[in-house]
């Protein structure tokens, strides 16, 4: 099987988030993104709700930038049953190896509908969730001096998707934890802080109460650590750990959770530092890497109405273009993001403006051209 390392995610430079190469490398052609004539196919799913809006800004600023990607664009949505988008999307991303993804929907209501992100990341095995929780300059929020990274096991625990009700009225759901996962993501997380320069791995959990299934994740990220002496190991029980995010999140460095937790924390962290509109990631596997906004908003009450803020897509395309090594393209691409947000004219309804996602890309390209 493949084996997985990290390159130096990202920087700790004064613009945030723009960095050295990002996600995995591969010492294999089997596994490298596909390319053909000089330009890279990378799938493109845009999703629900806003997700055409944004994925749209980033097709404008990439074409502007003369990036060199094929955008293979595979139209998958969860509203509906069909599966067949879902399953044209696996189809891509096994064969381009990357892609570019909005948030599909979920409905509540129904009954047996799985979750396509879930089951997206349990098909193609895309184990570690990456979400950069950092201050943006010209985004003034509580709290400064927030540069935290939240890893996240991504294909078990409580998503595992195994539920069933033994009588009426009774309901039982699995969480499943194994040791193999749970060494997976902490060689991640560690492998993810020592390229990084970062000081300390903080394991979130709920081992107090789920003794067995948290403890073994607990105790199996403080056995990975002793591999690590230059890394500081902590942990922190989960409601405690969302306490002190918004009391003293300055105090967190890189935390490694499991799924469920992960999901909460990510959407703290995207609260303290403007919304989800600003939060970037990534998902990695040993093979293929998708890269999606840090927290999974839809947002179906804004769509089509070109209210939505593009900073998350845009700056997840950018972390896109690092794992492909595009360093000058991305560097260019995230500068004129962040000085649209530095400058503080162009605000979409998120961040208490009335500008429209056009005017935001609109603004950055005319960043962009400026730099030439």
């Given at each position: 099987?493949?084996?997985?390392?990290?390159?130096?995610?990202?920087?700790?430079?004064?613009?945030?988030?723009?960095?050295?190469?990002?996600?995995?490398?591969?010492?294999?052609?089997?596994?490298?993104?596909?390319?053909?004539?000089?330009?890279?196919?990378?799938?493109?799913?845009?999703?629900?709700?806003?997700?055409?809006?944004?994925?749209?800004?980033?097709?404008?600023?990439?074409?502007?930038?003369?990036?060199?990607?094929?955008?293979?664009?595979?139209?998958?949505?969860?509203?509906?049953?069909?599966?067949?988008?879902?399953?044209?999307?696996v189809q891509s991303l096994k064969k381009n190896k990357v892609g570019?993804?909005?948030?599909?929907?979920?409905?509540?209501?129904?009954?047996?509908?799985?979750?396509?992100?879930?089951?997206?990341?349990?098909?193609?095995?895309?184990?570690?969730?990456?979400?950069?929780?950092?201050?943006?300059?010209?985004?003034?929020?509580?709290?400064?001096?927030?540069?935290?990274?939240?890893?996240?096991?991504?294909?078990?625990?409580?998503?595992?998707?195994?539920?069933?009700?033994?009588?009426?009225?009774?309901?039982?759901?699995?969480?499943?934890?194994?040791?193999?996962?749970?060494?997976?993501?902490?060689?991640?997380?560690?492998?993810?802080?020592?390229?990084?320069?970062?000081?300390?791995?903080?394991?979130?959990?709920?081992?107090?109460?789920?003794?067995?299934?948290?403890?073994?994740?607990?105790?199996?990220?403080?056995?990975?650590?002793?591999?690590?002496?230059?890394?500081?190991?902590?942990?922190?029980?989960?409601?405690?750990?969302?306490?002190?995010?918004?009391?003293?999140?300055?105090?967190?460095?890189?935390?490694?959770?499991?799924?469920?937790?992960?999901?909460?924390?990510?959407?703290?962290?995207?609260?303290?530092?403007?919304?989800?509109?600003?939060?970037?990631?990534?998902?990695?596997?040993?093979?293929?890497?998708?890269?999606?906004?840090?927290?999974?908003?839809?947002?179906?009450?804004?769509?089509?109405?070109?209210?939505?803020?593009?900073?998350?897509?845009?700056?997840?395309?950018?972390?896109?273009?690092?794992?492909?090594?595009?360093?000058?393209?991305?560097?260019?691409?995230?500068?004129?993001?962040?000085?649209?947000?530095?400058?503080?004219?162009?605000?979409?309804?998120?961040?208490?403006?009335?500008?429209?996602?056009?005017?935001?890309?609109?603004?950055?390209?005319?960043?962009?051209?400026?730099?030439?």
């Amino acid at each position: 099987m493949l084996r997985t390392t990290l390159t130096k995610t990202l920087t700790r430079s004064p613009i945030p988030l723009v960095g050295a190469r990002s996600a995995t490398t591969v010492s294999s052609d089997i596994f490298k993104p596909l390319k053909y004539g000089g330009k890279y196919t990378v799938t493109l799913i845009p999703g629900d709700g806003i997700g055409a809006e944004v994925a749209d800004s980033v097709k404008a600023i990439f074409k502007a930038d003369n990036v060199p990607i094929d955008w293979e664009q595979v139209d998958v949505t969860g509203v509906g049953a069909s599966e067949e988008g879902f399953r044209e999307s696996v189809q891509s991303l096994k064969k381009n190896k990357v892609g570019l993804k909005g948030i599909l929907f979920t409905p509540v209501e129904r009954s047996g509908h799985a979750s396509f992100n879930v089951a997206l990341r349990q098909e193609l095995d895309i184990f570690a969730s990456l979400v950069l929780i950092k201050n943006i300059p010209g985004v003034k929020t509580r709290h400064d001096g927030i540069d935290m990274c939240l890893i996240r096991e991504n294909t078990e625990g409580e998503y595992s998707g195994l539920e069933h009700q033994s009588v009426p009225g009774v309901v039982e759901s699995l969480k499943i934890v194994t040791k193999y996962k749970s060494e997976r993501i902490s060689r991640f997380a560690f492998e993810f802080a020592l390229k990084n320069n970062r000081e300390k791995v903080t394991v979130v959990h709920k081992a107090n109460i789920m003794k067995l299934a948290d403890g073994l994740f607990r105790r199996t990220v403080q056995d990975m650590g002793k591999e690590y002496p230059t890394i500081t190991t902590n942990d922190m029980i989960v409601d405690n750990a969302s306490m002190q995010a918004v009391s003293n999140p300055q105090q967190f460095d890189v935390l490694v959770l499991p799924n469920l937790y992960g999901s909460i924390l990510s959407n703290i962290g995207a609260g303290l530092v403007g919304g989800p509109g600003l939060i970037p990631g990534c998902n990695i596997g040993r093979e293929i890497a998708v890269f999606e906004p840090g927290c999974r908003h839809v947002g179906l009450d804004i769509k089509g109405q070109n209210q939505a803020n593009p900073t998350a897509l845009l700056l997840s395309a950018t972390m896109l273009l690092r794992h492909l090594g595009l360093d000058d393209h991305a560097d260019r691409i995230s500068k004129a993001v962040y000085a649209v947000l530095a400058e503080g004219k162009v605000r979409t309804p998120d961040l208490n403006g009335t500008s429209t996602t056009s005017d935001f890309t609109k603004a950055a390209l005319e960043k962009m051209e400026a730099m030439y």
